[in-house]
């Protein structure tokens, strides 16, 4: 069992940056991948990034790559998403998701946090 807190969303002018964290309990969560989800009003949740059980490997998709990083401290059971150059478009609340392996679908992850909102605005 794992469970999941993020954190660090708020408002932000395009261009500026926020630092997602994603804060897990339990004594398996080093043995977990994690990846960030995001949702808008009226969008399905789709993939933002990932990293595996030993931060060895990160996946970005193509929307956010060069300026998102994801990143985990298994020593204090945290992943981190810095982002940069924020646009509009990356208004929506931000999730974190703990599973097996680095797959960009929501379905292949067993445990959620609860959110936090991102908003940009322009």
């Known amino acids: 069992q794992v469970q999941l807190v993020e954190s660090g969303g708020g408002l932000v002018q395009a261009g500026g940056s926020l630092r997602l964290s994603c804060a897990a309990s339990?004594?398996?969560?080093?043995?977990?991948?994690i990846g960030w989800f995001r949702q808008a009003p009226g969008m399905e949740r789709s993939f933002v990034a990932a990293i595996t059980w030993s931060g060895g490997s990160t996946y970005y998709a193509d929307s956010v790559k060069g300026r998102f990083t994801i990143s985990r401290d298994n020593a204090k059971n945290t992943v981190y998403l810095q982002m940069n150059s924020l646009n509009p478009e990356d208004t929506a609340v931000y999730y974190c998701?703990?599973?097996?392996?680095?797959?960009?679908?929501?379905?292949?992850?067993?445990?959620w946090g609860q959110g936090t909102q991102v908003t940009v605005s322009s």
């Open positions: 339990g004594r398996t969560f080093n043995s977990y991948a």
């Open positions: 998701a703990a599973g097996r392996g680095v797959i960009p679908t929501p379905t292949w992850y067993n445990y």
